[in-house]
């Protein structure tokens, strides 16, 4: 099965920032951002989406997840 990651660790070490610099950024909360981060929410908003692709400028959706295999 396969499972697809949004890439926010990579994204805040490739910007140089952190979690609570995005959080003042989108106003997306810190805690919803860290969960994010660490794949531990299973569901995100389009409108977190949208906040997160302005803020770190992403141009292509690539940059923002990736597929993985799941181990199962």
């Given amino acids: 099965?396969?499972?697809v990651?949004?890439?926010l660790n990579h994204l805040l070490h490739q910007h140089n920032l952190s979690i609570t610099?995005?959080?003042v950024k989108?106003?997306?909360?810190?805690?919803a951002l860290s969960?994010?981060?660490n794949g531990?929410?299973?569901r995100?908003?389009?409108?977190?989406?949208?906040?997160i692709?302005?803020?770190?400028?992403?141009?292509?959706?690539?940059?923002?997840?990736r597929i993985e295999e799941d181990g199962d």
Wanted: aromatic fraction near 4%; proline fraction near 0%.
């Fill in 1 to 3: 099965m396969k499972r």
């Fill in 5 to 7: 990651k949004l890439q």
């Fill in 21 to 23: 610099q995005l959080h």
């Fill in 26 to 31: 989108t106003g997306i909360r810190q805690a």
């Fill in 35 to 37: 969960e994010l981060a």
């Fill in 40 to 42: 531990k929410r299973q």
């Fill in 44 to 51: 995100i908003q389009f409108e977190h989406l949208d906040k």
């Fill in 53 to 65: 692709v302005s803020a770190l400028d992403i141009k292509d959706m690539n940059e923002l997840f």
